[in-house]
């Protein structure tokens, strides 16, 4: 796919930003980030200024791409984003879009403003976290050039990592693991769930050649991949209590939780109660369902709400036909599918005491946002599902991750710091 970066151009361009603006950029190093198993390393960058304005103590915000290798727009959209929010803090400007015409439908998505005191607040109000490339090893497997016809899909449509296959099995699809599915909350799903109902249909595998695989449950644990040590390692760390964990595709902005459906009435119903074990059943079931206080229930629906609503009046432009394809839901997290172990129900998770050994955390709020396009809709919705063409696809889809990531960024940044509290 010509045109996106590979792990290596990532980490480039992250290292010349950090040269660049040494006062507001400064990378991670080698002591906090560990590389793939196949040795890709792009990191992150913290972003933040201390001004008379900066509030002490400050939010901590993280935002990831590419977790998923396949999701081939994330990345290179938080790589612009940062480029720009770095140019437009050191020239004191607002940021303007141009406006975009897709060249097939020739539909013209108007101009935006991102305005200065959301570039200004990013900046100075937050400490800001950003991970373009998870999964570097994944995305370079994705773009590797000189494939065989016959391997061609395989590698187009990759997820996982590239942890090598355990051993005895031979079939290529035996590599990797899913790094969304390799978190601490419920990683061993069949001893937290009923996997007897047929219904239950979770997203989720203990099969090595499947695309959802967990990791090994016989003798591994979760956090076995050196990607998700890296990103479980930052968010306790660095206490992330705002985490955007950004992929393709289906237009969406989900909220907690994935694990199974919410409840706000019976806190003892959680998962870090083992009484539960093997009783919890999915959304197609009542039995059990996970609790979240109400209030933060509605404040995350609310916080989804208003990314999508933004994408849709920034980035959408003005006509119907392009108003359409910019319509982001705001839902439930397992409403899409129910899933143990993801990036964002961990990372949310953190802010219940239990998980992290009685230490009250300020509150977390974890989001994702599924952009692309909704193929639900039909092939002309498509918009180049996870390998949008660089050209007719891309510039689109950087739009809405851009104003996605500000929405968030404006929302941490307006909101003032709460001190550790346990739910
Ligand atoms: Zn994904």
């Not at 361009?13 to 390393?41: E, F, I, N, V």
């Not at 942890?163 to 069949?190: C, E, H, M, Q, Y």
Request: hydrophobic share 40%; glycine share 8%.
């Amino acid at each position: 796919m010509a045109g996106y970066l590979t792990s290596a151009a990532v980490k480039a361009r992250l290292d010349t930003l950090a040269t660049t603006y040494p006062a507001l950029c400064k990378r991670s190093g080698p002591a906090d980030w560990a590389a793939g198993w196949g040795g890709g390393l792009s990191g992150y960058v913290k972003v933040g200024a201390s001004t008379a304005a900066s509030p002490s103590p400050r939010w901590a915000v993280l935002i990831t791409g590419g977790v998923h290798a396949r999701e081939l727009a994330p990345p290179d959209a938080l790589m612009t984003f940062l480029e720009k929010m770095l140019a437009a803090y050191t020239a004191s400007s607002a940021i303007t879009y141009p406006a975009w015409t897709d060249p097939v439908s020739k539909i013209v998505y108007n101009s935006f403003t991102i305005p200065w005191p959301w570039v200004r607040r990013a900046v100075e109000y937050l400490d800001l976290y950003v991970v373009p490339l998870v999964n570097d090893d994944g995305r370079d497997f994705v773009l590797a050039s000189g494939v065989p016809p016959a391997d061609q899909q395989l590698h187009k449509m990759w997820r996982k990592n590239r942890r090598a296959a355990p051993s005895g099995l031979t079939d290529p699809k035996a590599v990797g693991v899913d790094i969304n599915r390799n978190f601490d909350i419920l990683w061993n799903f069949p001893l937290h769930y009923d996997t007897s109902l047929s219904d239950l249909a979770m997203h989720a595998s203990t099969n090595p050649v499947d695309e959802n695989y967990i990791g090994d449950v016989t003798s591994g644990s979760a956090e076995s991949e050196p990607e998700v040590k890296n990103l479980a390692n930052l968010m306790r760390s660095k206490q992330i209590s705002y985490y955007l964990d950004v992929h393709l595709v289906g237009r969406d902005v989900l909220y907690p939780w994935g694990i199974e459906s919410n409840q706000n009435a019976t806190p003892a119903m959680n998962f870090t109660s083992a009484s539960f074990d093997g009783k919890r059943d999915g959304i197609s079931h009542a039995g059990y369902k996970e609790y979240i206080p109400k209030d933060m229930e509605a404040a995350s629906a609310a916080a989804a709400r208003h990314i999508a609503d933004q994408i849709l009046d920034k980035a959408g432009g003005s006509d119907p036909r392009g108003r359409a394809r910019s319509t982001y839901k705001a839902i439930p997290s397992a409403q899409m599918y129910v899933a143990s172990g993801t990036t964002a129900d961990y990372c949310f998770s953190r802010w219940f005491a239990p998980v992290t050994g009685g230490a009250p955390t300020s509150p977390v709020m974890a989001l994702v946002l599924e952009a692309g396009g909704d193929p639900k809709l039909g092939p002309a919705y498509n918009e180049g599902y996870f390998s949008p063409d660089y050209v007719k696809n891309y510039p689109k889809l950087e739009r809405e991750v851009h104003v996605g990531a500000w929405t968030f960024l404006s929302m941490a940044s307006a909101t003032a710091f709460v001190q550790p509290v346990a739910p």
